[in-house]
């Protein structure tokens, strides 16, 4: 009993050992960042003063100055649009085919279900050449247009295919139920099941959201002017001006975006992690 | 009843149009719903892809946007570089070891997070902060944590006196050192996918096996080699290909912290392929360098179908 007792203890030390350095390297950067972003200038740039101390008073002056004195919110309001839009978009696509590839197509449909997910891991890398001439030839380039068009192309994917899985998880009979008492299958459709599915729906407004927020490929090949930046291309691209560095207000930007994030994440990540692991993990 | 009298009227009222009759006919309505997303991602995933691989037999620049072929020329060029080769090498290099390091500590992690403990959920946000801030801002964190002059690393050093007090690494000046950091940024970051994807897997191992093993007074270590690891065995192979494509295939963190540099001793294949493509101009030499990453790429996506059936069978 003892003996037992005695290993339980230990194996708390060990997970707390184990979870706090993890947590600690994980989040570093961003602890960091937050003792950075408070810094006055001649505290910040002392060589030989303990760096995570204050020793000079703190200061809001440098997120005073990022957002009035550069172009951040202008980064933050196109990586909103761009966001809503591409969510408009995935929603559109991705809901009729999840629903088609969860009910209407036997077997072919498992493969392509497996063969729309892979699409999600064709890289940009391997894409923005030849879209970056697409994109110019419509005369999109140096825009946020050329974004929204773009950024379905792996949200799409990834989102029909946690969408099906959601499909597949309401039973047939509600819907049959419907169409016997008189309603079409699409009137079924949208009246019993889309409302059943709406933690679905929210998971892929999450995701689709937050992965067009994460794209840095596309938005650097395609936008040049500060105008029309995103926050990933933007932060690291233009608040950098050559010698001169920002670093609090950059400092600022990156606490300011990952913290709501990281919340979001965590709220829907079980969802997003079944969909990941296409049903290899049945929960 | 009313429901259903409602429910009649409406179908009354449309029997005159067969349309409603044709689309509950799930061999048409089927397809048609599959259109539209098929047919985005054919015109923006398929037709790029397939342009991709047709520019790089060319010698198309932006400055003159012609497809005229070149047959092997673009890629003799680009071979003959001694920058493309060093990529090469630096891509699987950067793979291979940041995913060792991602497996191996994921796995450990994610035994620890399988415990219930006070506080699990703010160790879960903190764990998980890698992956969900956008990688160019994560990126540019770790940039100022490396800094040349005020790095807190170094002073960190300093103070246990593994390096001279004030003194400095220089982690993004020199070859090695900005290879080494390009690789910890990476394995940094795509740990909590693994992580979270271990855990995943690690909740659907029946609770039974492990109580029974338990039972039979088998020691925590055999229990771990001989039966739990085993299990995890396919939940990993899944952990372990998405980062392998994950990371394969990026370059931002390469282009963020290091910009290739310095001398181009950490560019890899994507970040050269944008280099070449997009700021050099010449479309046919950066989509020749990108269309390197296609055999690995099929490779990881034939083994991700093989899981995915395997799945599908049990």
Redo the contacts between chains.
């Keep these: 009993m003892a003996r037992t007792a005695g290993r339980q203890l230990g194996?708390?030390t060990?997970?707390?050992t184990?979870?706090g350095l993890?947590?600690l390297?994980?989040?570093?950067?961003?602890l960091?960042?937050i003792v950075?972003m408070f810094k006055a200038d001649p505290d910040?740039?002392t060589?030989?003063s303990?760096?995570?101390l204050y020793n000079k008073p703190p200061t809001l002056e440098h997120i005073r100055l990022l957002f009035q004195q550069t172009p951040y919110l202008t980064f933050v309001r196109n990586t909103v649009m761009i966001g809503v839009l591409v969510v408009l978009i995935t929603l559109?696509?991705?809901l009729?085919?999840a629903?088609?590839?969860a009910?209407?197509?036997g077997h072919w449909?498992?493969r392509?279900g497996?063969a729309?997910f892979?699409?999600y891991?064709?890289?940009?890398?391997?894409?923005?050449?030849?879209?970056?001439?697409?994109v110019a030839s419509m005369r999109l380039q140096d825009s946020i247009w050329s974004l929204v068009?773009?950024y379905?192309?792996f949200t799409?994917?990834l989102s029909?295919w946690l969408l099906s899985g959601f499909f597949k998880s309401i039973p047939r009979d509600i819907e049959e139920q419907a169409?016997v008492?008189?309603?079409?299958?699409?009137?079924a459709v949208t009246r019993t099941v889309l409302p059943l599915i709406v933690p679905g729906i929210l998971t892929v407004v999450v995701f689709a959201f937050?992965l067009s927020?994460?794209e840095?490929?596309y938005a650097?090949?395609f936008v040049a002017s500060s105008d029309h930046m995103t926050?990933?291309?933007g932060?690291?691209t233009n608040l950098v001006r050559g010698d001169v560095f920002f670093?609090q207000s950059?400092?600022a930007?990156?606490v300011i975006?990952?913290v709501p994030?990281?919340?979001?994440?965590?709220f829907f990540?079980?969802r997003f992690?079944?969909g990941?692991?296409?049903?290899?993990?049945?929960? | 009843m009313t429901?259903?009298n409602t429910?009649?009227t409406?179908?009354g009222e449309?029997e005159g149009r067969p349309r409603?009759y044709l689309?509950?006919r799930?061999g048409l309505?089927?397809?048609?719903?599959?259109l539209?997303?098929?047919v985005?991602?054919l015109a923006?995933?398929g037709?790029?892809?397939v342009?991709?691989i047709l520019?790089s037999f060319t010698d198309i620049t932006t400055g003159n946007?012609v497809l005229h072929f070149v047959g092997l020329d673009t890629f003799r060029d680009v071979l003959r570089d001694t920058v493309f080769r060093r990529s090469l090498r630096n891509t699987v290099v950067l793979t291979i070891v940041s995913q060792l390091l991602v497996v191996v500590?994921s796995t450990?992690?994610a035994?620890?997070?399988r415990?219930d403990?006070r506080g699990k959920?703010f160790?879960?946000?903190?764990?998980?902060?890698?992956?969900?801030?956008?990688?160019?801002?994560?990126?540019?964190?770790?940039l100022?944590?490396l800094d040349s002059?005020?790095s807190?690393i170094d002073?960190v050093l300093g103070q246990v006196g593994l390096i001279q007090?004030?003194g400095h690494m220089y982690w993004l000046g020199k070859r090695d050192l900005a290879m080494a950091s390009v690789i910890a940024v990476q394995a940094?970051r795509m740990?909590?996918?693994a992580t979270?994807?271990l855990?995943?897997?690690m909740?659907?191992i029946p609770q039974e096996i492990k109580e029974a093993a338990e039972i039979d007074g088998a020691s925590f270590w055999r229990r771990l080699f001989h039966i739990e690891l085993p299990l995890l065995l396919?939940?990993t192979g899944?952990a372990v290909l998405?980062g392998l494509?994950f990371t394969f295939?990026?370059?931002?963190v390469v282009?963020?912290l290091t910009g290739g540099g310095p001398q181009n001793s950490t560019q890899v294949?994507?970040s050269w392929?944008?280099y070449k493509?997009?700021n050099g101009g010449s479309?046919g030499q950066?989509?020749a360098i990108?269309?390197f990453?296609?055999p690995v790429?099929a490779g990881?996506?034939a083994l991700?179908?093989r899981?995915?059936n395997?799945?599908?069978v049990s």
Aim: charged share 5%; aromatic share 16%.
């Design positions: 194996s708390r060990a997970v707390y184990v979870v993890f947590g390297f994980a989040s570093f950067p961003f960091w960042a950075t910040l740039y060589a030989g303990n760096p995570f559109a696509f991705s009729p085919a629903y088609a590839l009910r209407l197509t449909g498992g392509l497996i729309i892979l699409v891991l064709v890289p940009p890398t391997l894409l923005f050449i030849p879209l970056s001439r697409m068009l773009v379905p192309t799409i994917p029909t169409q008492d008189g309603y079409s299958r699409l009137q937050t927020m994460h840095f490929i650097l090949a926050i990933s291309v932060v690291p670093w950059l400092m930007s990156a975006v990952a994030v990281a919340l979001a994440y965590n990540l079980d992690v079944q990941f692991t296409m049903g290899a993990v049945k929960g | 429901a259903a429910g009649q409406v179908a449309i409603r689309l509950d799930e309505l089927g397809p048609l719903l599959l539209p997303a098929v985005y991602l923006l995933v037709f790029p892809l342009m991709a520019y946007p500590l450990v992690l035994f620890a997070l415990v403990f959920w160790a879960r946000f903190l764990i998980l902060l890698p992956w969900t801030t956008p990688i160019a801002i994560g990126t540019i964190a770790w100022w944590m002059l005020f807190p002073w007090q004030g940094w740990l909590p996918l979270v994807i855990l995943a897997g909740s659907s396919p939940i899944v998405f494509v295939t990026d370059m931002t282009y963020v294949l994507a392929a944008f493509g997009i479309l950066g989509a990108a269309v990453m296609f790429l990881f996506a991700i179908l899981l995915a395997r799945a599908e």
